[in-house]
């Protein structure tokens, strides 16, 4: 396993970690991504960590809290051995004390995942989506107070747009208060909005990718294809409305790609859908789930070896759209480009 520094940080985290939001099957867009219990949890850690994967993601609205439940359950006698992170902003429930991130909400969302997770600290601490309605100040004055309480050691941001993820790091500057140092987005081949305004930003302030969905919502696992319809057991049939939206034909045209490229390699399509990622700017670490064993070790495949640059190319064509205004003159003039290249 590789390893990479978090961000600017002294937090090195593997290039792949264990998304854990199939664990606990509550709901019904998490029990169609997965029901796994603590007993089976239990194996694909241990599988995971085999493999050096060592950080293990989940959030507190994962199956209405079970997902921490289950995955404090499976770990439980190595925690040293293991990172944990985990989120909270997002509505658990109908009350406003239930929702955001303001103070009193921050502090009781970690205090409830600590107890369920069975630990007293979290690696990793992340704001599931920016909340409008606190003032940033409270919010990263909170976090801090957690982080110099002990139970947080890390802390970052998840969905976050260009301008509140700048906005929340000059306020925590400003008052020298702890900074956030990752990012969890959504990034894919059939999803690179990424790239546009967040990677530069994460590049010039210090901040990591810890990418979810890696492959755009389960249409990237080589099951998806022109002309075909999707198939039986594929989630998209219960989950597609909550995900990425992605058009059909550039999601065709990459999976074309991916295809010649399985064929030329060997590897699987996820397997080169993953890699492709792991050599993108920024990205500190991808976020892979499995519902069982299978699945795990084909997504763990991704590591230890390497595209060619001409089929990185081909990748990069297929999957490469025109950014809105004001994006898209620093990719297509030259000019802007000369001025301000892109990150990638």
Do not use: C
Request: hydrophobic content about 40%; glycine content about 10%; overall charge negative.
């Amino acid at each position: 396993m590789e390893y990479r520094r978090l961000g600017a940080s002294g937090l090195h985290v593997p290039a792949l970690s264990f998304g854990a939001g199939t664990f606990g099957g509550r709901g019904e867009l998490f029990s169609a991504w997965g029901d796994t219990d603590a007993e089976q949890a239990r194996r694909l850690v241990d599988i995971s960590l085999e493999a050096g994967v060592t950080m293990f993601d989940t959030a507190d609205v994962y199956s209405d809290g079970a997902s921490e439940e289950v995955l404090g359950a499976a770990i439980k006698g190595r925690r040293d051995q293991l990172l944990i992170s985990t989120k909270a902003s997002l509505p658990t429930g109908p009350s406003p004390t239930q929702a955001g991130s303001g103070r009193s909400r921050l502090i009781g969302a970690v205090e409830a995942s600590l107890r369920r997770l069975g630990t007293d600290y979290i690696d990793l601490f992340q704001l599931h989506a920016f909340d409008a309605g606190t003032p940033v100040e409270e919010v990263v004055a909170a976090l801090d107070d957690l982080v110099r309480a002990g139970k947080i050691r890390y802390l970052g941001a998840s969905n976050f747009a260009g301008w509140q993820l700048m906005k929340s790091l000059a306020a925590a500057d400003k008052h020298g208060l702890t900074r956030y140092v990752a990012h969890q987005v959504y990034y894919s081949l059939v999803g690179r909005d990424y790239e546009w305004e967040l990677m530069p930003l994460g590049q010039d302030q210090g901040v990591g990718a810890v990418v979810w969905s890696p492959l755009g919502w389960g249409r990237l696992t080589g099951k998806i294809r022109r002309g075909q319809p999707l198939p039986e057991g594929s989630r998209l049939h219960q989950t597609a409305a909550a995900g990425p939206p992605v058009d059909d034909e550039k999601l065709y045209d990459v999976v074309d790609v991916l295809d010649e490229l399985a064929a030329e390699t060997g590897k699987t399509v996820p397997q080169i859908a993953l890699n492709w990622l792991l050599r993108r700017p920024t990205v500190a670490t991808v976020i892979v789930g499995a519902r069982n064993e299978d699945q795990l070790r084909q997504n763990l495949g991704a590591i230890g070896w390497e595209l060619t640059p001409d089929q990185i190319a081909r990748l990069d064509k297929a999957s490469a759209t025109t950014p809105p205004y004001p994006y898209y003159p620093y990719y297509r003039l030259p000019d802007f480009t000369r001025l301000n290249p892109p990150a990638v």
